[in-house]
């Protein structure tokens, strides 16, 4: 798997300079932008070189046998080209060129044709209708028709994060990585799938248990081995978010014009996903907003969480959200009410504590009261930033989860922009609502229990912080 | 209910010069920032005045009968004051302190001495444990502790707009304002109403009616009038969004200690939402980002939607959506089929339409096509933003939406924040995620099958533009 993210050559058939080209977009990509310090070929009808990528009119031709090609050409073209390449001996091929299964029966096909050849020559595939890979780290990506010269695509190569992403889908790969950028986890490697002849989900999932990854993020049109996901998931020592679309027939016919995905029953799907500790996503939105609950706060334990608010409305929308998200309000112990009272400044002693204008020492001791009650497992700080000094009370909060092992899912009313800046600058893991913050601690135990379930963790609370995610691991030092 | 939004005089009672005297901030935004045309004093133990609002011991001794009191007062000296404004003729009175209902027996008995001598003086009050009001077309406003140099502040009252805002929590009603200014629709009034031990959300809704007021929001936490608040939510003949906490029993619990509000079955007050023809908003978002679709389009008068994307996974993300808000995909006729076939570069003819790169006159034909078929209701465009045409199209679209009496719901992916910056300027109503546009879509419809039910529109399709909101009328001009 390792060369579709970091090879020493790599061939880009059908990138040529006429205008428009979208190959081109890819060796200016490379070449220009990422500066890529593996070989960048091209193959094109006249043979030319393509913005100092060197052109033939064969693969036949190139003087080494690359390490990955990319197809991007005219469907009808494709399996001659594979043949081509099979004949070179290229073991990795990325199909970028859409119009095979999602096209009607010539491109079914075709597919048929690609799939035998491949077979027959040890040929791994990722595609058709995909973008391939993107590393962060290797400075490798394949994607056609991106603009480079974003600001966010600029820094997703020059911050490489732990968040890898299997999409089965160009756009929403590109709106997902963008999303990210406004937030605080950066981008290891992304993978646009397409229609998975070959390598699939599963295949990734497994690979990223070995490399920087700390969280996996997937989108689904449709799954065609669902054994070998499951499978794949259940030994997932990551966290594995997939957002499946296909929930109601309509949504499973408007997928099979996109990407060629089969009908599959939702409730089975949900069911499986259960059992093997898959967190299936509600939203889009999701992909983005929820990987920094895993790689900034130790997990959610068990399902007692107190709210700590300078705004009550807050306490009590939360509390629906709480318990309509299998969470509970957990009923303060006299002693921590005690502490609390001693505080100051406190409106409610009960859950959810509620404060007035308050000095941050206050802020502190609450969280330290907090966080350290035994009945306690997790925090839902509802903090207004009007107050410079809030941010400085945050990055203590964080120091404090990763102490006592809890996590806190922050919200910060009345100043969403404000803290949105603040999130990826002071790396705070922010959310941008009370339902991203509730949903955050209820994936989070949900993934906990998982975990346990399919024996990745000890069963001992003291034991927790074995073998879990990086995060985890330093919360235990 | 006018003399709480434009009093000709006001009274602001414990507005001093000590430090951070809360009362001293209405005073100066009513005369520096707002330089409200009304008289407006101040009542203090020393009699003195503040920032330039000549100061009285008493209220007795203010040289003529304000139409308002705002009471700020700590709340043991509030029945003293109530009695005070009762003897001088005072009729309006809103009471800003905290500590009645929701702060124990003490505060209650407090309360009832104060429900009786307004009673028996017919005195009308606002509070406690509220903000109290704000018009942004008379500039009157009597929030305590508001910044007024923000941003949004300024413009909201430099730019007045017809959404109407009833909020049982201070915090909550400045946050939506904030919201609503990074939105499309602009602030007409709010009014805070705190533990409403009189005027309530249904004295609010009916007066409502008869002002600039095109869309009415309301953030409730508890109802204890439900028989009154449905009586006016179903004659209103402007949409009503009603996000109420206390879903469940810990948000019901959380609600009291924050406002005194009492326990209120969530389902019994669900049914009657629905009779009532009350849209019952699922987050606190909502709040901001649904009115534009009723200021800006027309109402969705049936269930079938015809989606637009040029990136096919939002039509298989948007699908399910559809289905799961209870609306329909579209199955388009062979005539619609062939038109869009005409029209060029689309990658598929059924709903959900999908078109690769094409010129802005596609846009437009495609557009035409759909909303112009019998069989389609409402229009679903998922569109990219990164071609700069795109705004001009949605200009277009907006004009054909207000013509074919049908609406859209706009999401463009990959552009969120560049379309947000659209979205005032140009004044398209566009929704931040496709979630946001299907559920626009689904309360618009229903909101349009409660005046139907509520015989508040004639039942003929070719009428229904009579009677309903501004937007409405004049998609039928």
């Known amino acids: 798997m390792e060369k579709f993210f970091d090879p020493k050559s790599v ?18 990509m490379l070449k220009d932008y990422l500066q890529y310090k593996g070989a960048v070929y091209t193959v094109n009808s006249k043979g030319e070189t393509v913005n100092g990528c060197a ?34 001996g290229i073991k990795r091929i990325i199909i970028e060129s859409a119009g095979f299964s999602e096209g009607g029966k010539t491109g079914k096909e075709m597919q048929r044709e690609i799939d035998d050849i491949a077979k027959a020559n040890s040929i791994r595939i990722m595609g058709p209708n995909c973008l391939g890979t993107l590393d962060t780290r290797t400075k490798f990506c394949c994607f056609y028709g991106v603009n480079p010269s974003l600001v966010e695509m600029r820094q997703i190569f020059e911050t490489p994060g732990t968040m890898s992403y299997i999409i089965q889908s160009g756009g929403i790969a590109v709106l997902v990585m963008e999303s990210l950028y406004y937030d605080l986890v950066g981008i290891n490697k992304v993978v646009s799938i397409g229609n998975k002849s070959d390598v699939d989900e599963a295949d990734l999932i497994n690979y990223f248990q070995n490399d920087e990854t700390q969280v996996i993020g997937i989108y689904l049109e449709n799954v065609d081995k669902g054994r070998k996901l499951m499978e794949a998931a259940q030994k997932s020592r990551k966290p594995v978010l997939i957002y499946k679309v296909g929930r109601t027939q309509e949504g499973v016919m408007a997928a099979m014009s996109h990407t060629a995905g089969m009908a599959n029953n939702d409730l089975i799907f949900e069911n499986a996903c259960r059992q093997a500790g898959i967190i299936r996503l509600q939203s889009i ?24 608010t300078n705004s009550g409305a807050f306490g009590s929308i939360s509390a629906d959200l709480l318990v309509e998200a299998g969470l509970q309000v957990v009923r303060l112990k006299p002693q921590t009410q005690e502490k609390l009272q001693k505080a100051g400044q406190v409106f409610n002693i009960k859950n959810p504590v509620d404060i007035g204008p308050a000095p941050p020492q206050t802020y502190l001791d609450i969280f330290e009261i907090l966080l350290s009650a035994d009945e306690v497992d997790g925090l839902l700080p509802l903090l207004s930033v009007w107050q410079t000094f809030v941010i400085d009370t945050l990055l203590e909060l964080l120091k404090m989860c990763k102490h006592y092992n809890k996590p806190a899912a922050i919200y910060t009313p009345n100043a969403v922009a404000k803290s949105i800046a603040i999130r990826a600058k002071h790396r705070i893991p922010i959310f941008e609502s009370p339902e991203q913050a509730v949903r955050a601690l209820s994936v989070s135990n949900f993934y906990y ?25 330093k919360a235990a030092s």
Chains 1, 2 share one sequence.
């Open 11 to 28: 061939v880009v058939i059908g990138a040529s300079n006429t205008a428009f080209n979208l190959g081109a977009t890819i060796c200016n």
């Open 55 to 88: 052109g033939y009119s064969s693969v036949m031709d190139i003087p080494e046998i690359p390490e990955l090609a990319v197809i991007i050409v005219a469907a009808k073209n494709v399996p001659r080209i594979i043949r081509d390449c099979a004949q070179k």
């Open 285 to 308: 939105d999701e992909l983005h907003s929820l990987p920094k609950m895993f790689t900034e706060m130790p997990l959610l334990k068990g399902k007692r969480v107190a709210m700590f």
């Open 449 to 473: 229990e998982s975990l346990r379930k399919r024996n990745l963790i000890s069963s001992g609370l003291s034991e927790d912080n074995e073998g879990i995610s990086r995060s985890e691991t």
